[in-house]
């Protein structure tokens, strides 16, 4: 039994690191349908989030609401691909009025390497700014419309237990994203990491049903 408390503290205590690994809660929205009529709806926009997206001939737009002031932060990033754009801009509105503009044409963007998910990307104009509460638009665009971009909103690192666990699934989608296999979501630090939990989830099950067998033995040798 001691074994099998030790094997649950060690997934508990493993899959709390992922925090310190991203920075940013990723949300795959790239094979949505956004448009002003259907725009992507960002919860917690103080929480770190970052939303990968690809134009398609019109500008993308994303609503922020909130119940109470907060600091509204806006970044724009770019997959560094073999045809990465480096052109978008971003615009913010609320209540019918425009509250800032992130030029990417007149702005140059710095390239850098995220080393847990192992991925490049070109990094662009930010925006920072106290808001009170209430409804935001962000609009997403570039000079034609086209390209692959990551939307950043907020800036609190914030990694709970069910996003972890979304992890699983949206990391071999992030890397299709960036033309890659899926495959290759387990050669970096994170993916090596969830491998080595779902070895550990694996001993968990096989001392469940070891425990378990046990037991009904134990059951059935007991005299009523």
């Known amino acids: 039994m001691r074994k099998f408390y030790f094997v649950l503290l060690s997934i508990f205590f493993g899959i709390s ?14 094979q949505q349908q956004i448009s002003r009529t259907n725009p992507v709806l960002v919860k917690n926009p103080e929480i770190s989030q970052a939303f990968y997206a690809e134009l398609r001939g019109q500008p993308e737009y994303y609503k922020v609401v909130s119940d109470r002031a907060f ?6 990033l770019s997959p560094k691909i073999a045809d990465a754009k480096k052109d978008f801009s971003v615009e913010m509105s609320g ?20 080393p847990f998910a192992g991925d ?4 662009g104009p930010e925006f920072k700014q106290n ?14 419309n086209r390209g692959k971009y990551v939307l950043v909103v907020g800036q609190a690192e914030s990694f709970p237990l069910s996003e972890s666990l979304k ?58």
């Open 71 to 76: 600091n509204l932060y806006v970044g724009i």
């Open 167 to 224: 992890l699983f699934v949206s990391l071999p989608k992030l890397k299709h994203y960036f033309g890659k296999s899926g495959f290759t979501a387990f050669f970096n630090l994170i993916g090596l990491f969830l491998l080595i939990l779902l070895l550990i989830a694996a001993i968990v099950v096989f001392v469940l049903i070891r425990l378990f067998k046990m037991i009904r033995k134990k059951m059935q040798r007991t005299p009523l």
């Open 131 to 144: 808001q009170p509460g209430g409804e935001y638009l962000i609009k997403v665009y570039n000079s034609d």
């Open 95 to 114: 209540d019918a009025n425009d509250i800032g503009v992130l030029n990417g044409s007149h702005c140059e963007w710095t390239e850098f390497y995220e």
């Open 120 to 123: 490049d990307y070109w990094k």
């Open 17 to 30: 690191f992922i925090p310190a690994a991203l920075a940013h809660q990723p949300r795959i929205v790239y």
